[in-house]
């Protein structure tokens, strides 16, 4: 199935300035990031991210184990913003920055770790597609959780709308 | 693709070309203006593209309708077909989804794209385009002529850029309630306006050029949005005064946050 997600320039611009902030403690920073879908051919679907949430400081939990654990407080705000998007089927996504250059992916800490809050979003948010992101300053990968889906599907691209146009595809096998 | 090929064009940054190539590009229209910018982006060297017309090449196309020939005319060959060979012939490897009809009868594989041309007659075509920009998150790019008066003639066109996120073309004040009124008073028909081939090249390879520029940042400079006004009299293309003291405080047309599908909601 293909998946795209998009968004503005402006928001990734957003986004990367806001995660690239040195925290206190912790090693890295996350944000959630709302989103809407639209359709595309053959059942396509195509992720439209419309706003971004950072994380204020005192959110974050001190955990060496890994480069961010966020508290009770982000994550309720994260599952009050799917229960009020549930009209227009507004999903979720857990943000995060690699910090380096061109292509990244889950570290196997984000794929321990990340994965455990979608069926919460999901319960809330059944008609939504959630799911997590993943940018490097240059590049990104993204995953989503379809409606009814325990598995993630893997985002071909992303593209940001802005100047210049950067469109981050995933590599794929031989 | 020989690498010479494209050796002229390297200025616009070292992986312009693959961004370019990445890049998928739809137009709406492949007539007057629509031909010149679908030649114009096979020789760049775009490789993604959704093209729609539903139209046959006719006699009067003739005078302005870039890769037409005569027998086309003739043989009422389809203008999708002309823009095919367009770019299938600079561009062999190209991935062309064509469609012989209105993108309003088929709007999904135009959500690909990440910029759309508007090539069309009609101020409701344009606003229409524009809206389905704005919810699936497309750089829109609007060309189109006129001509009016008599004594003499003037020759008028514009290039309009709508980005999300920026300002809209009833902000930059292009698209007016009175223009859309005026044309629905109308039946909605633009009737056989005057069309000549040089404005139509002179709109559209301006609108490539912001195209070239959205895509590479080759100029290194802000680009929000575009209102360029074509006076095919004396030649010049003008920013609007419209955009002179503009002050964006954000778009009231299409707030940020209306993307995607429209849900229906029960009452």
């Not at chain 2, 299938?88 to 088929?106: E, I, M, P, S, T």
């Amino acid at each position: 199935m293909k998946v795209e997600i998009r968004l503005t320039g402006a928001l990734h611009r957003e986004i990367l300035e806001d995660l690239a902030r040195r925290h206190p403690f912790a090693a890295e920073r996350v944000g959630f990031a709302c989103g809407r879908v639209g359709s595309l051919v053959d059942r396509g679907i195509l992720v439209l991210l419309n706003r971004y949430h950072s994380i204020s400081d005192d959110q974050y939990l001190e955990d060496r184990t890994v480069g961010a654990r966020i508290g009770r407080d982000a994550i309720t705000w994260a599952m009050q913003a799917v229960y009020h998007g549930r009209p227009a089927h507004e999903g979720i996504f857990h943000v995060h920055l690699h910090d380096h250059r061109g292509a990244t992916g889950m570290s196997p800490v984000d794929g321990r770790e990340i994965p455990k809050l979608m069926p919460g979003f999901q319960s809330v948010g059944r008609e939504a597609v959630h799911g997590m992101i993943i940018l490097s300053r240059d590049h990104g990968a993204g995953w989503v959780w379809l409606p009814g889906h325990l598995e993630a599907v893997t985002a071909g691209r992303i593209s940001v709308i802005g100047k210049p146009v950067g469109i981050f595809e995933q590599e794929t096998g031989p | 693709m020989s690498a010479g090929r494209f050796a002229r064009q390297s200025f616009l940054g070292t992986d312009s070309q693959e961004r370019i190539a990445r890049c998928t590009v739809g137009v709406a229209g492949g007539g007057g203006g629509g031909s010149h910018v679908i030649q114009q982006l096979a020789h760049i060297g775009f490789q993604r593209y959704v093209v729609y017309d539903g139209d046959v090449v006719e006699d009067s196309n003739l005078n302005r309708l870039v890769g037409a020939k005569t027998v086309d005319a003739a043989a009422e060959t389809p203008k999708l077909h002309i823009a095919k060979m367009m770019i299938y012939g600079l561009q062999a490897r190209a991935r062309v989804q064509g469609f012989a009809g209105r993108w309003q009868d088929n709007p999904e594989p135009l959500r690909e794209c990440r910029i759309v041309f508007g090539c069309v007659d009609s101020y409701q075509g344009r606003y229409e385009l524009e809206v389905a920009c704005r919810r699936y998150l497309m750089h829109y790019i609007d060309i189109g002529m006129d001509v009016h008066g008599e004594n003499p003639p003037v020759i008028g066109g514009q290039i309009v850029l709508s980005s999300p996120g920026g300002p809209c073309m009833r902000c930059m004040g292009f698209l007016t309630d009175e223009k859309l009124a005026e044309e629905a008073a109308r039946y909605g028909k633009a009737g056989a306006r005057p069309q000549v081939v040089w404005p139509n090249g002179v709109l559209a390879s301006t609108a490539v050029g912001l195209a070239v520029d959205l895509v590479t940042d080759w100029t290194r400079r802000p680009l929000t949005h575009e209102y360029l006004v074509y006076d095919g009299n004396t030649g010049e293309v003008k920013r609007s005064l419209t955009l002179r003291k503009f002050e964006f405080r954000g778009c009231p047309h299409f707030p940020d946050g209306e993307v995607g599908d429209p849900v229906a909601v029960e009452l």
